[in-house]
């Protein structure tokens, strides 16, 4: 079983920068690979990055493409979500999410889940 912990959500003005993170825990702490949801009230979760275990690989809704940058340190067992230049429609709870299967876009296909961060972008 694998936990996942994530942290770094909170307020952040339009264009500016916010990092977020994930702590991964339990039997296998870093081989697997790992992502990042989002939830707005009535919407289903959304893609937003994933990355592999190795961290040679990324993957990013096109929402979010040139903005978002997706990374990992396993010798920290962490991943990260750098979100810089945040719009207003950026407002969701984030979700950390690991070990997918070949479908990683969508959320039916990923194993772990964290609890999620809360993240509201002002104007």
């Known amino acids: 079983q694998v936990q996942l912990v994530e942290s770094g959500g909170g307020l952040v003005q339009a264009g500016g920068s916010l990092t977020l993170s994930c702590v991964l825990s339990g039997r296998t702490e870093s081989n697997i690979p790992t992502g990042w949801f989002r939830q707005t009230p009535g919407k289903e979760r959304e893609f937003v990055a994933a990355?592999?275990?190795?961290?040679?690989?990324?993957f990013y809704a096109d929402s979010v493409k040139g903005r978002f940058t997706i990374s990992r340190d396993n010798a920290k067992n962490t991943t990260y979500l750098q979100m810089n230049s945040p719009k207003p429609k950026d407002t969701a709870v984030y979700y950390c999410?690991?070990?997918?299967?070949?479908?990683?876009?969508?959320?039916?296909?990923?194993?772990?889940w964290g609890r999620g961060t809360r993240v509201t972008v002002s104007s």
């Open positions: 990355i592999t275990w190795t961290g040679g690989s990324t």
């Open positions: 999410t690991g070990s997918p299967d070949e479908n990683f876009r969508s959320g039916r296909a990923w194993r772990f």
